[in-house]
Every structure is written in structure tokens, then in C-alpha cells.
């Protein structure tokens, strides 16, 4: 077991957990002054067999991370926002997220809104940096329906007859990062929500639209079809059906995909040493022709919790040195979670996944986790929730070649995984 840094490791975990509590409890005393707190974080005591990682085990498909005791990593997301009333019923907002992330900051949000306007009362309009992650499935850690963190303007939540309408025009740029030639890329989001298909099922639609300049590939549209069923089969059993499709440089969730990676600098020591500035070319990336089916079932039948995934992804290469090469992606696993009072509960979390790529052996992962927790509540997302937990992973042959460069250094086929670590959102 890796135990050098656990001084260091402890000191991050206190300093993770007293983070926490204290955006907690900042979050109730500032709603009292009008200030809306909203927010993540995660961190804790890390540690693991050997000198394996003490996190991120997957395979590298967007639905493959099964994350309990798998993360590894330290951050925290803290927004805070205002809505000013204007008269006459309208208002306008001003948010900011800054975020740190194992020593990175940055940050993710940074916009103001407007509403309430006479001819669409019910619409918000925005414009800035703003996150718009429309659905997850929490326990692979992946918003399957995202806009994502890139500067923009648009509209949310008009009333158009049975459903509502919201429209997102977006650049390639971020505030962390503006982007260079190649990548002068724009995104158009179109968000069709709210649809009652049948008793008790929601459907929403969302369509992507990508323009650029790219050496490989082409722009690039998408589709996702989402749709949500309460009291599915039986009584507060929960749905959640994914059906999305792409090509070009549009992404399956709805961002872009595969952006030109833009020119870098290197110094380079010439003769008589002599340092000398070098400008190293755009990096093209190829696009890609993607479809994926996600089914989620998430559940709370009194002191039992639990949700599950069933995924398939299929990719084929759109252009460059891949060109026409396909990735299967296969994840099936599932949390569980048993209060055994109203602070204390047994997790278990078990993944299986797969990944086939054209003249490739099939790599597959496995990963178990145990992790008895304390929250504040005892249904299955209460939380802050601070658990101890021990996690097994194992990965065949194929897997290990594929990987040999990270988590599989050394021919490294099991890694066995031990922490503390607490989650909290708010």
C-alpha cells in the first residue's frame, strides 16, 4: 500500500470535509440575504496497492467510470448568484462559479439573465458563460444531455403550445481558455422539453447543430431523444431512456466534439546554446459518426435506494489517420444503497465494461466497491455523504496494452483501491 504522502493525503481530507461543511452551512445563512449558493465538492484520503493510481479506472468510454471509490481527486465548485427584482415583474440575475480543482482554477460560470419580459413572461433570457447540463446519470459521473461551459447567449424556458423552448448559441471559446485559429467554431442548441408523452412520462428533444473550419471531418448536427418515466413498472421506480445520434465535430450530449487542437510554442536549445522559440503546427482532430442507447433506472422503496446503467455507444472515425475505424463501448452495472438508520447506510457499486475497437482484442474492466456511509438523511442521493470504502479493479490483457501508459503501467492487470472521502452538493 502507498502510505508516503498519507500525512499530506489527511490534511487534504480535513481540509475537503471543513470545505463542505462550511458551503453548507454559508448556503443557509446567505438565503436569508437573498443570495443564491449553489455548488459541489469532493475530496478526501486516498490511497491504493502499490503505486497504482487512487482513481479514474475506466476504459475510456463516456459511460464507463462507475465512480464510487474511483475518483481519486480533490475540487470544489462554489456558484453564487442574485436575482434583482426590476418591477413590473421583472428581474434580472447575475451569476459566478469559480472552481478548483487539485490545485487548477478556474472558472465555469460567469453570466447575467433577464426575465419576466411582457411578451414572454415565463422566459429567461442569458448570455455569457453558463453551464447547461440538462441530465446525468450520477453514478457514472456523465451528463449525457450537456450544453457545456462554452461563452454564449440564449433562452430557456419559453412556453411554445405542449412543450418549452429553449435556444443556445454558442463559440468554442471559454473564459479559461480562448481558443485560436483553427478552432473558430460555433455551436447552435435547440432544447424541446417537458413533452408529456404518456402518464407519467416526459419526453425532450434536442438538436446540435456545429459550423467550423476543420481539416478533418466536417461540421457536424445531432439528435438526442430523452425520455423520463415516473412510477415505471411499479411505484417510485424511475426511468431514464437516452436515444442520441451525431456526426462531424457535434458531440452525443450536444457539445462540440473533437476541436483542431490550436499552435503551440516549444523552446528549443540550438547551437552554441542558443534557446530558440519554435511554433509547433495545429493538431487536426478527425470527427466522428456516433449513436448510443442509455437505459437508467433509479429507485427509493423506503430504506433501499439505487441506480442502475445498461449503455451501448458506437463510434466510427469521421477523417484523419483513423479514418472509418469503430469504437464499441459496453457498460452494465449499477449502486445500491440500504439505510441502516437515518445517518448511516451500506453502499455496494458493481461495473462491468467493454471496449472493441477495429483490429483490436476486446479490453473489458471490472470494478466492485464497499462503502459503508454517513449522510444527513438516509435516501440514496441525500447528501453530504462521507464514506470509507475499499475498491477492486480488474482488467484483462487487452486492457492493459491499451493503457499501458496509465492506470496498467508495468503490466499491471488489478488495482486495489482504499479511502474516505465525502461528496456534497447543494
Known sequence: M?????????????IAAAAALACLSAAQAAEVAGLELYGYTRGGFYSSSGDAPR????????????????????????????????GNGLKFGAYYMPTVWNGDHGTDEAYG????LPFAPEAEFWAGQRRLRLQDVHIVDKFFADYGDNLGAGMRGMQL??????????????????????NQASRLNVDLSDYALNPGGKLR?????????????????GVSLVHNQADFIVPNLKNA??????????????????????????????????????TNPPTPNAGQKSWRVIDSLSWQQGRFGGQTIAAYQHAKADGGPN???????????????????????????AGTTSRAVDGQPTQRLHKLTIAPALALGPEFFSRPELRLY??????????????????AAGGRTSATLFGVQIEAWW
Open 2 to 14: 502507498n502510505t508516503s504522502n498519507a500525512p499530506q493525503r489527511l490534511r487534504q481530507a480535513s
Open 55 to 86: 482513481g479514474g479506472y475506466t476504459l475510456g468510454g463516456d459511460a464507463q467510470k462507475f465512480r464510487l471509490g474511483n475518483e481519486g481527486d480533490h475540487g470544489l465548485e462554489f456558484g453564487i448568484g442574485k436575482t434583482f427584482e426590476a
Open 113 to 116: 439573465t433577464l426575465s419576466g
Open 161 to 182: 403550445g405542449p412543450v418549452k423552448l429553449g435556444v443556445g448559441l454558442f463559440t468554442s471559446d471559454s473564459i479559461n481558455n480562448h481558443v485560436s485559429r483553427p
Open 205 to 221: 428533444v434536442t438538436f446540435t447543430k456545429v459550423f467550423g473550419g476543420f481539416q478533418y471531418g466536417h461540421d457536424g448536427v
Open 241 to 278: 431512456l437516452f436515444v442520441q445520434a451525431a456526426n462531424g465535430h457535434a458531440a452525443l450530449s450536444g457539445q462540440f466534439f473533437g476541436l483542431d487542437n490550436p499552435a503551440t510554442t516549444s523552446l528549443v536549445v540550438g547551437a552554441g546554446g542558443v534557446v530558440n522559440t519554435v
Open 323 to 349: 479514418d472509418g475505424v469503430v469504437t464499441k463501448d459496453i457498460s452494465l452495472g449499477g449502486r445500491v444503497s440500504y439505510a441502516v438508520t437515518d445517518h448511516f447506510k451500506l453502499l455496494a457499486e
Open 390 to 407: 475499499a475498491t477492486r479493479v480488474k482488467w484483462n490483457d487487452a486492457a492493459a496494452a491499451a493503457n499501458a501508459g496509465g492506470f
